[in-house]
């Protein structure tokens, strides 16, 4: 056999060595940052999964007490609570200052706030602090590093992930002007949802005016 063919089983080249210590390092990496984004997902179902209650389409929204962030002249109060806005439209947002899908949902209710705030309400409440996603603190800064300007606040009330039977963050719940839950839609949404259900809301409240 000739001097410079390495036989199966021999030593390794310096080289293939280093670059199989590359290769090594890269798929640790990846390894690591799939383990972390999997732990992130399962960190916000595992959350909220304990206090899924059993609210939804046709039931009445609960009322909660909440604080505003932001928007107190358009709410017209700055604490409150939810059953004081009753008789318009709503769409409810549950989100966190630390929950990506919240983030990048957020430009997309800013685009629906601009077009349909004439004709709905639209209420972001941070939950960050019941699911582990983060502090007011957190929330109250990622509404500011985006720009949105849509009223929003958060509550201090552990029962509201329970009451709207919360199993993901995000969630976006549709209220009707009487306070009965219309739709409500866990996972980020777009404005072409917001605006689509949104007029089948306004429809349906429409047809029931005498």
């Known amino acids: 056999m000739a001097k410079g063919r390495r036989r199966r089983g021999g030593r390794v080249s310096a080289g293939a060595r280093q670059g199989a210590q590359i290769q090594r390092k890269k798929f640790m990496n990846y390894g690591l940052g799939a383990a972390a984004a999997v732990a992130i997902v399962a960190a916000i179902v595992f959350a909220v999964a304990s206090s899924s209650g059993s609210s939804g389409e046709g039931s009445s929204a609960p009322d909660f007490e909440f604080s505003l962030y932001q928007g107190a002249n358009e709410i017209g109060f700055r604490e409150g609570n939810l059953a004081r806005l009753h008789g318009r439209p709503m769409v409810l947002n549950f989100w966190a200052g630390l929950c990506p899908p919240c983030r990048a949902e957020m430009p997309q209710f800013q685009v629906f706030?601009?077009?349909?705030?004439?004709?709905?309400?639209?209420?972001?409440?941070?939950?960050?602090?019941?699911?582990?996603?983060?502090?007011?603190?957190?929330?109250?800064?990622?509404?500011?590093?985006?720009?949105?300007?849509?009223?929003?606040?958060?509550?201090?009330?552990?029962?509201?992930?329970?009451?709207?039977?919360?199993?993901?963050?995000?969630?976006?719940v549709f209220i009707t002007s009487g306070g009965e839950i219309f739709e409500k839609r866990a996972g980020a949404i777009d404005a072409s949802f917001l605006a689509r259900v949104t007029q089948e809301m306004l429809a349906a409240e429409a047809d029931q005016q005498p």
């Open 113 to 172: 706030y601009e077009e349909f705030k004439d004709d709905i309400m639209l209420l972001g409440i941070d939950i960050g602090i019941f699911t582990g996603l983060g502090s007011h603190d957190d929330a109250d800064a990622l509404l500011r590093e985006l720009g949105v300007t849509y009223p929003a606040g958060w509550t201090d009330d552990g029962s509201v992930p329970r009451k709207y039977g919360v199993t993901a963050m995000p969630t976006t």
